[in-house]
């Protein structure tokens, strides 16, 4: 055994390596020159989850969590903790609604309600160690497969777990690896989707930054189960530092012979290629993915046939999301029962989600199915920042739709979360708070979709540019009646008509905000108002005097000389002298300007 | 390398999850020594260096090693405190590399306390 006391597991996920940079270098030379680098270790770990208060740092084996953590504080930090023993308090995590400080990582609220199975291996491994993993009982779960299992028992087995996919459409993993085993062929192709897309989203990102390995071990299971021999992973070349694991990760499999020829002495050959896909949101569709494999341009083609009659080269093929692959190992492992022991009748196990937008607590979080979203953007999330109000939260991305706050106990499940007009999406989470336009919400996303449409169908490319158009039109208060029965006629015909899953749901996030938030598209169109004023074209700039404190803020901030303000009266403002600049807006505290 | 069997799985996992036992669940026992200037100055680092050896020769996965701060006694520096789960703390003072190697060979590995060491219990 060695004579280390202490690990520090620093956090490199994408987030925190951003903003800590020397912090690590710092650390080892603070450490060599108090004389401990030999009794405390630095192992570099994968996404912690808790970006927004990123860099962070645990201290094992005390458990005492750093946040925030820059190189001016390393010479502190060493000499008070890990020479003298006192934690240093000024870096300990703050409870933002008590105020309250927890040093403890397991006793904070982000952490404590979580379950983690996908992420198991966060904070706990060193992403590019496969002794790490495997201590973990990583491939443990390929041993037993390929060992003991015929492919059958494995599809049985994951069936049995009812785990779905997790790339948003939540079509049953064992069922997709039945159809591809059955159809016949020699060459069957193992593809993994890590082309993620959605806006706000990056938990495939932070598993395969974090725990590369697992993803490899599904896929060696997933091959066996359909008797393939080759597979890819098709990941975004805007994930430097998944790619860079994932390299690792291969090369280390190779060595140890746990891809190739003979893998673990069974006589099973398989083995996995990386493709860097270029970033076009649409190639996330099964066929376009593959489309931009063969080296084609990534469009999709229409279905039937699926994938696993004829998919990549137009062999056989199963495709699976990061997430998914992820879940594999430990199902075939503890066993399909294991893991519908967790959830609800119809979705079973955890889910990962990227916490984002108006919430105190940035981050990853694995929960249960079940879970109720309030818990997950209360609890977990630590409520809304700046004593703002809840207004919705988007889920499933551009293909998903809002939640108000009346469906906040919808639980996390893929029927029950459709029944309220979302879907469960491959878990992008962005909460809004009442500052938040959403007429503008969709226009952003029909933004993004009509910019990533690749053009192949009508519906879709001419379509969501119709609809991107009526929404520009509405926010710069040229809005008409009639505009509302117009978005929705327009959104049923590009659903009813599109070619692939990208226009089949484009239109969600308006059909979405309608169903909730009718009031606010009409009192654009009609009253042309913004309630929440995002929208400035609607601004009359004007001063209410019943808001205004007559602080005169406004004044100090406008260039053009247009407020008129004396100390002790109300603001005015002139309209001739106004440039629309938005100073005094952004200025005024107390939502005075309309 | 040659090819892994799953018999060598197993045998780096058994390897492996020892380096990475401080990353687990908090050991049975807890040993801490008091690293306050004072501390620091009266030799716990020498203390600290004798326990991590004694440490590594005993190769025992239950327990935690905690550098600690100054309890507030700094005439009896350096101060190791013992904590095994379901017995109450004993504090040791006075404490050099001789007297660690005892205390952890008699009363960590063998639970014997080492009284005439001892300064308090609790």
């Not at chain 1, 390393?74 to 308090?89: A, D, T």
């Not at chain 1, 492992?333 to 989600?353: I, N």
């Not at chain 1, 978005?487 to 169903?515: F, H, M, V």
Request: hydrophobic share 35%.
């Amino acid at each position: 055994m060695s004579r280390i006391r202490t690990q520090l597991m620093l956090c490199g996920g994408t987030g925190c390596k951003a903003t800590s940079h020397g912090v690590r270098e710092a650390l080892q030379k603070e450490l060599e020159k108090r004389g401990l680098a030999e009794e405390i270790q630095i192992v570099e770990t994968g996404c912690n989850g808790f970006c927004s208060v990123g860099p962070v740092m645990l201290v094992q084996p005390e458990g005492i969590f750093y946040q925030k953590i820059q190189p001016k504080d390393i010479p502190q930090l060493v000499e008070e903790h890990f020479l003298k023993g006192r934690p240093l308090k000024r870096l300990f995590y703050v409870e933002p609604a008590s105020e309250e400080t927890i040093p403890r990582m397991n006793e904070i609220p982000f952490f404590s309600h979580q379950l983690l199975w996908v992420m198991r291996n966060k904070g706990v491994i060193d992403p590019e160690k496969i002794d790490d993993y495997i201590a973990t009982d990583g491939y443990f779960g390929v041993a037993k497969a390929l060992q003991e299992m015929t492919p059958e028992e494995i599809i049985a087995e994951v069936k049995t777990s009812g785990l779905r996919g997790r790339g948003g459409a939540g079509f049953p993993t064992g069922l997709k690896w039945e159809f591809a085993r059955k159809s016949p062929g020699e060459v069957k192709y193992v593809l993994c989707n890590a082309d993620e897309g959605d806006p706000g989203a990056f938990m495939d990102r932070s598993v395969l930054e974090a725990d590369p390995h697992s993803v490899l071990e599904g896929m060696i299971i997933a091959a066996k189960a359909i008797n393939s021999h080759q597979g890819y992973i098709y990941c975004r070349t805007e994930y430097p530092l998944a790619i860079h694991r994932l390299n690792i990760a291969i090369a280390q499999a190779k060595e140890y012979g746990l891809l190739g020829t003979d893998i673990l002495g069974t006589g099973f050959d398989f083995d996995i290629e990386i493709y860097e896909g270029a970033g076009a949101f649409v190639c996330g569709e099964e066929t376009a993915l593959m489309r931009s494999i063969e080296g084609k341009r990534g469009m999709p083609r229409p279905r039937p046939p699926f994938p696993a009659q004829k998919g990549l080269w137009e062999k056989p093929t199963i495709l699976n999301n990061v997430e998914t692959l992820a879940n594999i190992g430990q199902i075939i492992l503890k066993g399909g029962k294991w893991y519908a022991g967790v959830g609800t009748e119809t979705s079973k196990g955890t889910k990962v989600f990227a916490l984002s937008g108006d919430i105190n607590n940035i981050g990853l979080v694995e929960v249960p199915m079940g879970t109720p979203l309030r818990t997950i953007i209360y609890d977990i999330g630590g409520g809304i920042p700046n004593k703002k109000k809840f207004k919705a939260v988007q889920l499933g991305g551009p293909s998903g739709g809002c939640i108000p706050e009346q469906e906040l106990d919808t639980p996390v499940d893929y029927q029950a979360i459709a029944k309220v007009g979302a879907i469960m999406g491959s878990g992008g989470m962005i909460v809004m708070d009442e500052d938040t336009c959403m007429v503008d919400m969709a226009r952003f996303f029909m933004d993004f979709i009509q910019d990533e449409s690749c053009g192949k169908c009508t519906p879709c490319r001419e379509g969501t540019r119709r609809l991107l158009e009526t929404l520009d039109r509405i926010c710069e208060g040229k809005g008409k009646a009639g505009d509302i029965e117009l978005l929705k006629e327009l959104s049923y015909t590009i659903k009813d008509a599109s070619l692939c899953g990208l226009g089949q749901t484009g239109p969600n996030p308006i059909l979405s905000t309608l169903r909730y938030f009718r009031d606010e598209y009409e009192a654009h169109i009609y009253e042309k108002r913004c309630p929440a004023k995002r929208c400035t074209a609607l601004l009359k700039f004007e001063i209410n005097p019943e808001l205004c404190t007559k602080c005169g803020l406004c004044f100090k901030a406008c260039p053009s000389g247009a407020i008129i303000w004396q100390k002790k009266e109300t603001a005015r403002i002139d309209k001739e002298k106004c440039v629309k600049c938005l100073s005094c807006f952004e200025k005024c505290k107390f939502g005075a300007i309309f | 390398m040659p090819k892994l069997t799953v018999q060598d799985l197993k045998k780096i996992k058994e390897n492996t999850s020892k380096e990475m036992q401080l990353r687990g669940e908090s050991g049975r026992i807890r040993i801490l020594v008091h690293m306050g200037t004072c501390g620091i100055a009266a030799g716990a680092r020498e203390v600290m260096h004798t326990l991590m050896e004694e440490m590594a020769a005993a190769d025992r996965q239950d327990i935690r090693v905690v550098a600690s701060g100054c309890m507030g006694m700094c005439s009896s520096e350096p101060n190791v405190t013992v904590e095994i789960e379901g017995e109450t703390p004993i504090v040791y003072q006075h404490i050099d590399a001789n007297k660690m190697r005892q205390i952890f060979k008699r009363h960590v590995l063998k639970g014997e306390v080492q009284s005439d060491f001892a300064l308090a219990r609790g």
